[in-house]
């Protein structure tokens, strides 16, 4: 296995943001099962800790806000969710071009610019419920973090809370795929040991809510962040005029593999 990370052309879902890992080689060994990490930190802290992230992303439901997503400065998203009014704009740019996505109330549109094979640069409305699951596009509690921070929360393996800092280790492995930051394996690839503690470091600010998560370039991953701000802020979404309904060959393009 080499010991790279190469960013993935673009994913898409609700702010979907990939890269790919773990390339193996013609000559490298056959992919194994790497041990489940252990945990060194104080059985108390890390608890503690994972509470006090959790809590500060309360406001996903609560108020309207702001969310970044970076991957090696090569893929970017930025969106503003109002999940209370059921509004959002959104934009991810890759190399190659930008997606945008809007949604209101129920509805659904998005413009692939030339980012997706044969669905045109128009802007498409889509069904929900043909988005495969990990990438709901929806406003419901539990599916509405345009930042994913729930996924990033759930992999967390140690973690030490100082004042308003929280810092410590996430098995990338488990992020798993969804909206935000995600890592996939390339074929015949496996995470190297190292990337199942990666060290990240979060920040709260002064009402405890979660406004950075950083995770540095290590372990063959690129460096990838979440940011979120803008709390309270009005979110205005115009309904794109001429929208055409999505075809077929969308869909299977929405996620991890751009349909391959």
Not at 9 to 32: F, K, N, Y
Not at 158 to 176: F, L, N, V, Y
Request: proline content about 6%; glycine content about 12%.
């Amino acid at each position: 296995m080499t010991r790279r990370a190469t960013l993935a052309g673009i994913s898409v879902g609700l702010l979907l943001l990939g890269c790919s890992v773990g390339t193996r080689a013609e000559r490298d060994p056959e992919p194994r099962t790497a041990p489940e990490p252990t945990a060194s930190a104080d059985a108390a802290t890390t608890p503690e800790a994972v509470g006090l992230l959790r809590a500060g992303t309360a406001f996903v439901n609560q108020t309207s806000y702001r969310s970044d997503v970076d991957i090696a400065s090569q893929i970017t998203s930025l969106s503003h969710t109002d999940n209370v009014n059921k509004r959002l704009n959104a934009t991810i740019t890759a190399p190659g071009g930008t997606i945008e996505i809007r949604m209101i109330d129920d509805d659904v549109y998005l413009k692939a610019g030339q980012l997706l094979r044969g669905v045109g640069d128009q802007w498409m409305v889509l069904d929900p419920a043909r988005v495969p699951a990990g990438f709901a596009l929806s406003f419901a509690p539990g599916r509405n973090d345009s930042g994913g921070s729930g996924r990033l929360i759930d992999a967390i393996v140690t973690a030490r809370a100082d004042g308003r800092q929280i810092t410590g280790t996430i098995d990338a492995s488990r992020i798993g795929v969804g909206n935000g930051i995600s890592f996939r394996l390339d074929p015949g690839g496996v995470f190297p040991d190292s990337a199942r503690r990666h060290a990240f470091r979060a920040m709260l600010d002064t009402e405890g809510r979660l406004v950075s998560f950083l995770m540095p370039q290590a372990s063959g991953l690129p460096s990838a962040s979440l940011r979120y701000s803008d709390f309270g802020s009005t979110v205005s979404v115009v309904r794109p005029a001429g929208a055409v309904v999505a075809p077929d060959s969308l869909y299977p393009q929405l996620g991890m593999g751009g349909g391959g």
